[in-house]
C-alpha cells in the first residue's frame, strides 16, 4: 500500500494557496538531497535544499538552493549587505522553522524570515523541495514558488566539494 502524504503545515499552506504539488513519500535516510535524487529518479539539480542561516546579528533567514551545489555565504552576505551568513546550529534552525533539520520546509516556518533564492531556481518548471516532513518531498513548478514564498533572487552558488 502506497504511504499516504502527511498534512503538514507546508502542505496547508500550498493548499491554502491554490498550488498545485505532487507529494513524494520516500525512505527518509539521512542522504541528503543525493538521497532524495535517487530515491525519487530526478537529477539533483532539482532537488532544492531548504536552508535556515543567520546574519552577523543573529537574524535567520531561510536560502533555498540547488542540491548539487553550496551556498558561498560571502557571497550570500554581500548580497544582503550583512557581514557575514553562517548556518544555524540544528536545535536554532529547528526552532526558527517550526520543522526538524532534514524535514525543512520554506513554506509554512514557525517564524516569518526573509526567503532567499539562487536566481537559476526561479527558471526551472518543476522543482521538488521538502514538504514539511523527514521523508516527504512536494514537486512545484517554480512559478508557484515564486509566487508563494515572494523570495529574493541572488547569485550565491558554489560548487560543492569533491568527496
Known sequence: MPKRDPVT?????????????????????GG???GVA????????????TLIL??????????????DLEVATGRLA???????????????ADRHSGYR?????????????????ERSIAALPRLYINGGKRGF????AGEHLLRVLKPI??????PRPAK
Open 9 to 29: 503545515q507546508a502542505v496547508r499552506v500550498l493548499r491554502a494557496a491554490g498550488v498545485p504539488f505532487e507529494g513524494h513519500p520516500y525512505d527518509y535516510d
Open 153 to 158: 533572487l541572488v547569485d550565491a552558488t558554489q
Open 137 to 140: 518531498i512536494v514537486a512545484v
Open 54 to 67: 543567520e546574519d552577523d546579528r543573529g537574524q535567520p533567514l531561510i536560502m533555498l538552493m540547488h542540491g
Open 38 to 49: 535517487v530515491a525519487l529518479g530526478v537529477d539533483e539539480h532539482l532537488v532544492i535544499k
Open 78 to 92: 554581500k548580497a544582503i549587505g550583512a557581514k557575514r551568513v553562517q548556518p544555524c546550529e540544528p536545535s536554532t
Open 101 to 117: 533539520v532534514g524535514g525543512t520546509s520554506p513554506f509554512g516556518t514557525r517564524k516569518a524570515m526573509p526567503v532567499y533564492c
Open 32 to 34: 541528503g538531497t543525493q
